[in-house]
């Protein structure tokens, strides 16, 4: 493998249904800085069936060149057809790094097309930037420049891991949804678009869809709010939980929770923060009745302010707290409400 | 039908976290346990062979203590235990981790290749894709549901906002969610029988097809730069109210903020 063959910043731009997901464009945005340090460009790989409408989008996100593949195969995601998509970009373009997001998407194609082409992939990445590796020098062995760094949670968010790939292209990451950030639209920005079709004939690795059953729901994205009002164990009841309905109603937030109330079977798991629920950083972020597992404060410790109310002065989410309240919720919530709704009808 | 479930032994993060006095992970006291997605998987197997009659084949890979997970599958119901260890396959990432399982399996027969989402040590989801690709096999992750028909799985497989129902030709590799089902508890017997059970062991040596360059440390792709315990955002302010002042304070808070 001659690494100097391998240019270029590439992110997989993720659509479901035709509509792009923001993944795609906080991953432009990442891409845009990491392009800037190694002097490159971002290319978006847009994968699917009737997508080429899409690229435009990209564009105005901050992708320079957008690649699609596009094909009938692509229409919903299965494995294979996408691995030989993705794959096959990489073996005919050889970018340096490839993006992808950590969707359960990501998280099946990733591991696929890294396999195929014979690199590594680092998951679920929080934080990228470009530097040497070895970060200090190391006698008797070469220390690299202008490599991607890539920097995860482990061992259940206890460990904080900076991963590089100095020896194999591309330097592959899956990268949580919510952590980076998008730049700022430009309406009218173009890109310049390139179809490219590496043929797909259906074999063994083709799986059959035989039914797609989409959750019906008018659930508000807990990733998109700006005020969350969290609720765990100690809520107590799913009944409870229109305290919190409530308090969020008063602040134009949104309700979630903690993986105790989606195995209690009081919420559904779209509203779960946490490590294997979703990654969130609101403006302010409500801890409820939540005592604060590693595993819960690795999806909610970035957000801008946090306020907890807990019973029990030991919990450990007092320890990221930015004010922490000791006392009875039940009691708390009902006053607090009613006191944000006078406020802001004074305001 | 023959199934080879991979399971792993992994420290046991939930609820049992312990922390050394310079806050580093205490891992000589935390206990460990068969990794939960892993569990899931066997148990899913395990319903196939009492319906069917299949044979069920536990493969780990890890350090010879590794052991101790495939007696509690054979306890739980699985007929054979691999265990592959060997000092060559140590510090190896998902990649080289997928070769060596890959390496193993090719010297057993199978339809069905049941492996966890992922491991809650590490928590990349990886491995089981990885080593479908190696063995050029299907794979259905994210398994909600699975059943066989003829010679195929049928695998209900989520996303986030939907589910596929899929069917693929055996052989294929699924990954299973801890979420598929309520794995059962070891049986007196089978604990009887996983005490007496012969475990496989297999080195470097008996993996078929692969080559050096790809196993342990030095065939692995990623390579860490630098390992540090979590810097969590500082400690606010701690009060203890009652509940008219705990609102007074909050309020007081967000205003100051601008929130409200």
């Known amino acids: 493998m001659n690494l100097e063959e391998y240019k270029g910043v590439y992110v997989f731009a993720q659509q479901v249904d035709n509509v792009i997901n923001n993944i795609a464009f906080e991953l432009i945005g990442k891409g845009k800085d990491l392009a800037e340090a190694l002097g490159t460009k971002v290319t978006a790989v847009l994968v699917g069936s009737n997508v080429e409408g899409l690229a435009d989008e990209l564009a105005e996100y901050g992708a320079d060149k957008v690649i699609v593949v596009d094909d009938p195969e692509l229409n919903e995601y299965r494995t294979e057809p996408y691995a030989h998509a993705l794959a096959s970009v990489v073996q005919k373009y050889k970018p340096e790094i490839l993006l992808v997001g950590a969707t359960a998407i990501g998280r099946d194609l990733g591991p696929r097309v890294s396999a195929r082409v014979h690199t590594g992939l680092t998951a679920d990445c929080t934080q990228l930037e470009i530097g040497d590796f070895p970060i200090n020098p190391m006698p008797g062995k070469e220390q690299k420049h202008n490599q991607l760094l890539m920097t995860r949670p482990a061992f259940g968010g206890n460990t904080i891991a900076t991963i590089a790939c100095p020896d194999f292209r591309p330097q592959m990451a899956t990268v949580r949804p919510g952590v980076m950030q998008k730049r700022e639209k430009v309406s009218g920005a173009k890109a310049n678009i390139e179809k490219f079709n590496p043929g797909f004939t259906p074999d063994h690795k083709y799986v059959e869809i035989l039914e797609v059953v989409k959750a019906v729901t008018d659930v508000v994205d807990i990733m998109d709010a700006k005020v969350l009002v969290s609720g765990g164990r100690g809520v107590g009841s799913a009944e409870n939980f229109k305290l919190l309905e409530d308090l969020a109603e008063a602040l134009g937030g949104t309700v979630s929770c903690s993986r105790a109330v989606v195995d209690a079977g009081w919420k559904s798991k779209e509203l779960q923060v946490g490590q294997t629920g979703k990654t969130v950083r609101p403006h302010v972020y409500f801890a409820v009745g939540i005592s604060g597992a590693i595993q819960h404060m690795a999806g909610m410790e970035e957000s801008d302010i946090i306020v907890a109310i807990n019973k029990d002065e030991t919990a450990p989410i007092f320890s990221v707290a930015d004010y922490g309240v000791v006392g009875d919720l039940n009691k708390i919530l009902p006053i607090l409400t009613e006191q944000i709704k006078a406020a802001k009808v004074a305001g | ?260």
């Open chain 2, 1 to 260: 039908m023959k199934i080879v479930v991979c399971i792993k032994q992994v420290p046991d993060t939930k609820g049992g976290v312990k922390f050394n006095p310079d806050g580093t992970l205490d891992r000589a006291s935390m206990m460990t346990i068969m990794n939960p997605d892993d569990k899931a998987g066997l148990e899913a197997a395990l319903r196939l062979k009492d319906q069917y009659g299949a044979e069920v084949t536990v493969v780990t890979m890890g350090l010879p203590k590794a052991e101790e997970v495939l007696r509690e599958a054979i306890a739980m119901g699985a007929d054979k235990g691999i265990l592959v260890t060997d000092r060559v396959l140590g510090g190896a990432d998902t990649w080289a981790t997928s070769q060596t399982i890959a390496g193993a399996l090719r010297n057993l027969e199978y339809d069905l290749i049941i492996t966890g989402r992922q491991a809650i040590d590490g928590d990349t989801a990886q491995v089981g894709p990885q080593i479908s690709e190696h063995l050029d096999i299907p794979v259905i992750s994210y398994a909600q549901n699975l059943r066989v028909e003829g010679d195929s799985v049928i695998v209900e497989r989520q996303f986030d906002d939907r589910y596929h129902v899929l069917r693929a030709k055996m052989p294929c590799l699924v990954t299973a969610l801890a979420e598929l089902n309520e794995p059962r508890y070891m049986t007196p017997g089978g604990i009887f029988d996983a005490y007496k059970a012969e475990i496989t062991v297999w080195g470097r040596a008996d993996l078929k097809d692969v080559d050096d360059s790809n196993l342990g440390l030095k065939g692995s792709p990623t390579q860490i730069a630098k390992a540090s315990d979590k810097v969590r955002k500082g400690t606010g302010e701690q009060v203890t109210l009652d509940p008219s002042e705990a609102a007074d304070y909050i309020v007081g808070k967000l205003k100051e903020k601008h929130v409200i």
